[in-house]
């Protein structure tokens, strides 16, 4: 199907597209999924999946305890003993021994073990939805990393260009040709520069520590693998990838909850059909050395009015479920309906910014340079531009990352595993 193959492409594919000579020794996307949720020793895969098969222990040992029938009670009771006159000793004595269970009737034991097996059977589903999030949350962080490499490069040349100026400001000064407010002015800018290009080695770091904090290393020492961020893939329409909705884990969720609803209600209604209670023995009289045969059984009483409250708390609870599903489908679909819209506004600015801003800036901004050192233009002029160009830069690389964003919420939101496909790198625009 073409929205199922598209939504596949329309992964975050340029995050994980490393230079063939970094595979070996810098991180990838594919390497962070492994350390989160790949094939290793089970207790270095993240607490969020581990919950699953911790609880799975759990809710198997509760089936075990659901598939147990009512117990054998043995017992003994002894009578006509230490009373007064003729039954102050031994020689009346009556000595009874039982054996007591409980009859179940309406089913109720196979109605306990469906209801244990349901709970087991959503522990799959939830499992999954955790590691959806758990594959979208370090794709997200693992972008912020990547993104600080544009960024700083983008910080780089802007201070290349801010030097540049300082030159010529200082050239012309000696020359007579600019007062001296001129360099100070253009000093100050390359200082604002610096300090944007220290910022963003901060937040590289912090990028970088916050990533690794999902496998559990306090003092991460990787690099990650190089991708063009610029590189958008074209998507399935909304239509296609609202279908996708219908199989996300997180409706699917409600499926099973309608299941371990169902196996509830009909526990309830099992529990209208009154158990029979009997019990069997033997009575010794100590008088005669005579023994007798006893039984009894006994039925509870209104059975079926008393199970009324858990059946009307069971078919509520369905009912429920409903509502929830459906507010939970809305919930997604306007999620749904942000992100497509956002990735396609950001995929248009990019595009634009990439092939009609950013080339222009880029000839007007070497021209200015030429003037400026010639004296044609004053700084004000050139330093304003200078502005322009690195602030459109920003702005693309602002609008990459909301479409990268927009495509991991998409992949989340439609429940398409995270993997990475290879593309052709695309250059950056300088």
């Not at 962070?32 to 799975?56: E, K, M, N």
């Amino acid at each position: 199907m073409y929205s199922r193959l598209a939504a596949h492409a329309a992964l975050v594919v340029v995050l994980a597209a490393a230079l063939p000579a970094q595979a070996g020794d810098r991180l990838t996307l594919d390497d962070a999924f492994a350390r989160v949720v790949g094939p290793q020793a089970p207790s270095s895969i993240h607490p969020d999946l581990r919950l699953a098969g911790a609880r799975s222990d759990v809710l198997a040992a509760e089936r075990d305890i659901a598939a147990q029938g009512p117990a054998l009670v043995a017992g003994a009771e002894l009578e006509n003993v230490l009373g007064s006159n003729g039954y102050s000793g031994l020689d009346r004595a009556e000595l009874t021994l039982t054996l007591a269970s409980v009859l179940e009737r309406g089913g109720k034991r196979d109605a306990r073990r469906a209801l244990a097996q349901s709970r087991i059977d959503a522990l799959g589903v939830e499992r999954e939805a955790a590691r959806l999030d758990l594959l979208a949350e370090t794709a997200r962080r693992y972008l912020a990393v990547v993104a600080t490499g544009p960024q700083l490069q983008v910080a780089n040349d802007d201070i290349a260009q801010r030097r540049r100026t300082v030159a010529a400001a200082q050239r012309r000064l000696q020359a007579g040709a600019s007062p001296e407010s001129v360099v100070l002015t253009a000093q100050a800018a390359l200082a604002r520069a610096e300090l944007d290009q220290r910022r963003t080695t901060q937040e590289q770091a912090a990028a970088r520590q916050h990533l690794a904090a999902l496998w559990g290393e306090r003092e991460p020492d990787f690099e990650v693998a190089g991708g063009d961020l610029l590189a958008l893939p074209e998507i399935a329409d909304f239509a296609a990838l609202a279908q996708l909705l219908q199989s996300t884990p997180e409706l699917a969720r409600f499926a099973d909850q309608r299941r371990i609803g169902e196996a509830r209600l009909q526990l309830a209604r099992a529990q209208a059909a009154p158990d029979l209670q009997w019990q069997a023995g033997l009575r010794g009289f100590n008088e005669d050395n005579d023994v007798a045969l006893i039984g009894g059984i006994s039925l509870p009483l209104a059975s079926g009015r008393r199970a009324q409250p858990q059946i009307r708390a069971a078919e509520a609870e369905l009912a429920v479920n409903e509502v929830e599903r459906e507010a939970l489908g809305l919930a997604l679909y306007s999620t749904l309906v942000e992100a497509h819209g956002r990735y396609r506004v950001a995929q248009l600015e990019v595009l634009r910014l990439s092939d009609d801003v950013l080339p222009k800036l880029a000839r007007a901004q070497a021209a200015a340079e030429r003037a400026f050192a010639a004296g044609a233009i004053s700084y004000l002029e050139l330093a304003q531009l200078q502005s322009e160009a690195t602030a459109a830069r920003r702005q693309q690389l602002d609008a990459a990352l909301s479409a990268q964003r927009a495509l991991i919420e998409i992949q989340r939101l439609t429940g398409e595993p995270l993997v990475v496909a290879a593309t052709p790198a695309r250059g950056q625009t300088p």
